[in-house]
Structure formats: C-alpha cells, structure tokens
C-alpha cells in the first residue's frame, strides 16, 4: 500500500480539493471527509486515518511537502505542517517550489515522491519514474541509504511495503501544502 494525496487549499488555508495519484491514493481521497476544513485539521484527520496508522504502525514513511508562491506564506503552512506531524511517528515534512509541482504532475507523481525519485536518481541514473511509481516511500529511503553507503540494492531486492508517498500527500503523497492559480496546495 502506497497512497499518494494531493490537497488543493484556498486563500483561507481550508481544503477545496483531496486528489489521489495512485490507486491506494484514490481509495484513501474518497474516504476522507476534509472539504473545506482548515488544513492542519485535514492534516490530522489524515494522519489519524485507519489507513494511514496503519502503514506508519508498519515502519511506514509519509512525507509531506508544501508548496506555495509565497515563500511567507510557504514557511508558515510549512511549520504548521511539521506542528501536526509532531509525534505521528516517522512523518517529514519539506519545502517545495511551483516548478518542482509541474515536473512531479507531468511524472505522474505526488511532490515528496518526486523529490525522492530525484534523489535516487542522482544515486543511480538507471532508475526510472516508472520503478518510482510503483515504490513505497520506505522502499526509495531504503534504497537511497544503501546507495550512499556504497551497498547496492536493486528494485528486485526491495519488498513490497507500506508507506504514504509524495506528498500528508502522505507521498505523498499526509499532505503537500501549496501552489496554484491564487490558491495553495497541501501536497501528500
């Protein structure tokens, strides 16, 4: 499992749209209930979820990034984000740029699985935005780790784990927060 959020926020930091970027994303989107709840509310309540508990009970990773036009506004959606992390278990949190939101839509991506595709990328050329796709979060750390290590590791090596990609996008995908037309996206 492997679910991959992105939420869209308006002008008053209330969640106007939950989509996914994976089937697990998709199923995890249409069981949530955060329309136009504040975002660190929606946070939470992702957090909180069955399905997400549940793969951080299982060592699972979620990052979540935000990404605003507005480097102020960036840093304060950011820190609330890290605030509704705190003592979920293994939840990272990180900054991301309007382009890096484009490039990670075109992959097919939530921005954090984006951002760790990129990392193992420069790790290891060969990989590819299709492997990624199909990789936990935990799976591409794992990987990355070995890497800078000097340990190889394949994608054959790698078992099938849980974990929230992208962006509270959870991704992926528990939430990226941040960029668009006026309005900012939370990310999982």
Do not use: W
């Not at 784990?161 to 999982?188: F, I, L």
């Amino acid at each position: 499992m492997n679910p991959s959020l992105e939420l869209s926020l308006n002008r008053l930091d209330r969640v106007i749209s939950v989509q996914g970027y994976n089937p697990e994303g998709e199923a995890l989107a249409s069981s949530l209930d955060v329309a136009f709840q504040p975002y660190t509310q929606a946070l939470e309540t992702i957090l909180s979820s069955e399905t997400v508990s549940a793969y951080l009970a299982a060592d699972g990773t979620v990052s979540i990034t935000v990404a605003c036009r507005d480097p102020d506004k960036s840093a304060q959606l950011l820190s609330a984000a890290q605030a509704c992390a705190q003592g979920a278990g293994r939840v990272y949190c990180h900054e991301g740029s309007g382009a890096e939101v484009e490039a990670a839509h075109h992959a097919g991506m939530s921005v954090g699985k984006y951002r760790a595709f990129l990392e193992l990328q420069a790790l290891d050329p060969s990989i590819t935005a299709e492997e990624v796709q199909a990789m936990s979060m935990k799976e591409i750390r794992a990987r990355i780790a070995a890497l800078s290590s000097g340990d190889a590791v394949t994608s054959s090596d790698q078992q099938s784990q849980s974990s929230c990609g992208g962006s509270a996008h959870n991704g992926g995908q528990a939430g990226h927060h941040g960029y668009g037309n006026g309005r900012h996206q939370a990310r999982e």
